[in-house]
């Protein structure tokens, strides 16, 4: 097929990943189907069958302290989940080619200590590890950790490239013969003299994953990571955009504009007809947004705890007491004027007829993909093709089963279509994403007198 | 207790051997091991760590223990995995052997801690413990950019981890998770519990601020929780500690060894006379509910005495004073003879933590020679597969410390 201006990329390969969320009403607990979300069967039923379906990798995100909501633990959504690393290394003994992601915070974590457990597990995965680099500089957070508090918000991501420059260092903190050599780091919040014990991995370093969204985390992205994880999983025009964005913030960090792979969060919802798959998806939005999830996230933008009012009854009639909407941890809208959005909402309810449940929904975009394992294929075909995206990171919305029919369906599909690999080329993750071997940093950085 | 009470068997698991010389007199040296296309064939890579605790649990060894530094030991092999991803890499591929890495409470985050052995306890559904590290670590200093205890410090910081650490594996009742779809409530937040610990301490908290406080002052920390893992199949983890350095009612199995004017070596026709006894009453009465014996083994092999591999391996690395090695009691001898010691331990302790000098040759002769005859005597208890570990040790499951709604 040659290339035209809507597929400058016509051979590209769809790569997917799924995100193992572990937190967020999209992951409905009240159905028959949905098991335990800690039990390691759960989490080896969905990475054997990612890798069943010659997945690039398998995800785990982190949370360094359970959620609250207007001061108590929230208690609606699914919460508790194994620490990333130690669960990504079972799940290595179980698994051959699939990629394994932590998501890891470089705030309150020592980073002589986190780039040792990631090298391990990349060594002990044989070379499929990989680090989604996640900030914060909460002191709400912190209440958990030895630094409690102590990074100014405009270090944040600074701490963050320094953190990943000395495991970078570390990483490379072996000479010829593979002995590890003393490693010095000097930067503004992070200072180490450290000799690494862990031997270099089959793809030499983990592979960098990063998820900011704001021009300070793309920016990050673009200097350091390998592969970003958006939000922009839903509109092609908008994913378009943030990849020409992306690219051109790659290219200003001295980089080849495809350095960086983009693989948008997002769901899939697949049903044997156009209809029976909107009703699903109308189902699978109901699941997650129930009665008590609708009334707390109305009472999120009213800064107050609302659970007494009936879900199926109007908006309360006032203004919010709060100036800006406050953050739940993972919920949507933080920081927005919670007055304007309260109106708002109160005229399209009052438009529409809308109960607080009923406009909640309304408001819940429909995320991602819709349709027939045909017509979806079609459409993620179209997305990479068209270089909005080099895959997607889906997000199941039940485990452990929600991912049967995208690999026993889609999949299928997709390599009908010769936009889906048939067999893992290689056996690393650096391998799966067609991402260039790390360059040593050795040189860049004051480190390894060796 | 009887002489019928079954003897516990742990072995420590670290790199090529216990012995820090280990690496250096059997086969290649680790750092030129060909790891950097095949992980593989790496000393310190999976494939040999599969082997050997399939090996352990295949002969019915209770736990094993995964040595551990954050940097390289003064003596011994420069490069090793952390022991936590190591015990739960071999979690999903065993079913009954007990997996207990070293992690020291001065150097990893105990809120940390207390989350990866908690997970390493759900992915081995109920085998976690948690070794407790002990002992200046060298370089931790300037590798964690913050004061780090050492000495009495670091005994007053390791009780204050233990107690962090039980707090936080309490902090999720065992039936806090709900799925109440009623009231839309997945999880009852009043079995969620804080734990709201403040450390001791006097110098500044961990901050780049203390990057000028010397090295040894105690910086204070706390913790508020809940943890973020829920409570794991054994409520608990099981806490393994040299016996003196947790306060006896936070741990659950002491390891004891000679003393400083005590002869680590040990023989079935000396051991009524010597410290053994003594040293386990001691760890006893101080609270602990098991008490094993540290045991380093040297045997003699077709080729070779035990002495003379000794004496090679003390030539090509000289134990550390203070290291595990040099902390334990000492069997230089056949088979046979190590047989009739842990025959005649039995009564004494609860079992023994096999150090074996060299893994796959000291290991190999246990396996093949001195736990059969074990077996014959019934004098080694046989993990159940779905056991936990705290079922093995016949450890009872530890109620929740906190109040409904506290």
Redesign the interface.
Known sequence: MPASTDHPRPHAHVHLGVFFQGVNHTTI??DPASGS????ETF?HVAQTAERGLFDAFFLGE????REQNG??H?????????A???L??????TRRIGLVATQNVT???P??LA??L???D??S??RAAWNVVTTDNAWTG??????G?LDHELRYVRAAEVVQAAQALWDGLDD????VEVRYAGR???????P??????QGHPVLFQAGDSPAGRDFAAAHAEVIFSRHGTHLADALEFAADVRRRTVAAGRPEDDVKILPGTQIVLADTPDEAREKARWVKEQQV????ALSLVGQVWGEDLSHLDPDGPLPAHDPVVAAIGETRGTPRPGRDAVAVARAWRARAEEKGFSIRQLVLDQEEQRGFVGTPASVADELAHWVRSGASDGFNLTPWVVPGGLDDVVDRLVPELQERGAYRTEYEGTTLREHLGLRAPVPHRRALATAEA | MTTSAPLHLAVELDGRGAHPGAHLVDGPPL???A??????S?D???ARL?RAVAAAQEAGVTFVTFDD????PTTGP?????A???A??????TSRIGLVPLVHPA???P??VA??I???D??S?GRAGWLVGTGDVP?AR?????PVAVGDDLRAETADVARVLAALWDS?EDD??V?D?A???????ER?HRVDFVSGGTGP????AS?DVPDGVR?P??????L???RGPQGRPVVVARAGVLPGDQVDVALVGPGAADDPHLTAATLGASWVARAAQDARAAGAPRVLLDLAVVLDTADATAWERADELDGAAAPAPGSAWSSSARWTGPAAGLTELLLALRGVVDGVRLLPAVQDVDLAVVVRDVVPPLRVARAVPTPRPGATLRDTLGLERPAHQFARGA
């Open positions: 607990w009240s979300q800690i039990d390691f080896r949370g360094l302290r359970l108590l633990l208690d609606l959504d699914v919460v508790g989940r194994p620490d690393i130690t669960q290394s079972a799940l290595a003994a179980v309150y974590n020592d002589v200590d040792r457990r090298a391990s597990l060594v002990l044989g070379g209440a958990n950790f030895r630094r409690a102590w013969e593979g002995a590890p919040t992070v200072e180490l003299v450290a000799t014990t862990v031997p270099r991995s089959a129930t009665p008590a999830t | 750092t030129r091991a790891w950097p296309d095949d992980a593989e790496g310190v890579g999976p599969r530094s954050l940097t390289p420069g490069l090793r995995l952390d936590v991803t190591r739960a890499h071999v979690a999903p591929t150097v990893t985050e809120f940390h989350a990866q908690a997970s390493l759900h992915a559904r370089g300037a590798a964690l950019d913050r999720w806090a998770v799925r779809t009231t839309g409530r997945y999880v009852d937040r969620l908290t961990a901050s780049p990057r910086a920390f706390s913790v508020v929780g809940p973020i893992v829920p």
